[in-house]
């Protein structure tokens, strides 16, 4: 196991590399789980991800609590963090944007669904969370407090990810590499599916090329990508460790409904 020093930066590196490829822009987080207090996790104080320092990094609690060190201001939205990682044990890791290509999809009941293979672990169910259902027509669409995030969370169920109306969408992972990969390929997925929409009728990967996909993809499929993303924010690239213990499944992710 990566030990804490190691892991910050890690999350470090998450930042920037969520925002050189546009999933991030001044806003948007990215958090890992503690692996020595489950019941905790790491997030920056509220900063734009292409800046921010190992030093930023506060530690919460499953209910969006500060403990330990606080740098600065945090997040007003650390509570979808919290509403997921207390809803779901084998989560590791939580990317939330305002990734401009899948805004669309959120706003109009058309379904975002993969159309490319590297795209499949988004997943063929994607639900849109709006906040306005439980909270009202006046909210700001932030998630401001933990009733917010425990009802995101439960929109979100047991899939990849979720959208949310009129403001981003959350994309979760065993680990921060599985989270990030996930999330540059949601935007990707979200760009191309709009141009195919624009061409004609389009044919999504089917539920068994997904399934297909996910039990076939490992460990390398992960790194290349990172070592990758990691040269092109000039950050160090550190072999990772897949061992996400037993299990995990594509049923268990979806067994949340
Ligand atoms: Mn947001």
Known sequence: MMDQHDLLEELVTANRILANEGVLDSFGHVSVRNPEN?????????????????SDIMEFTLDGTSIGAEPGKPYSERFIHAGIYEARPEVNAVVHNHSPSVIP??????????????????????????????????????VTNIDMGRDLAACLGGRTMTLMRGHGSTVVGRSLREAVFTAVYMELNAGMQMKAMALGEVTYLSPGEIAAIERGR????????????????????VPGNWDFGEGYSRADRQAGG
């Open 105 to 142: 999809f959120s706003v109009t009941g058309k379904k975002l669904r993969p159309i490319m293979h590297m795209c499949a672990p988004i997943g063929d169910d994607i639900p849109t969370w709006d906040i306005s259902h439980k909270f009202g027509e006046s909210t700001n669409l932030l």
């Open 38 to 54: 489950p019941n905790s996790f790491f997030l920056s104080r509220a900063r734009a991800p292409a800046i921010i320092e190992a």
């Open 218 to 237: 490992a460990g390398f499929t992960f790194e290349r990508g990172w070592e990758n993303w990691c040269h092109e924010v000039d950050r160090p690239y």
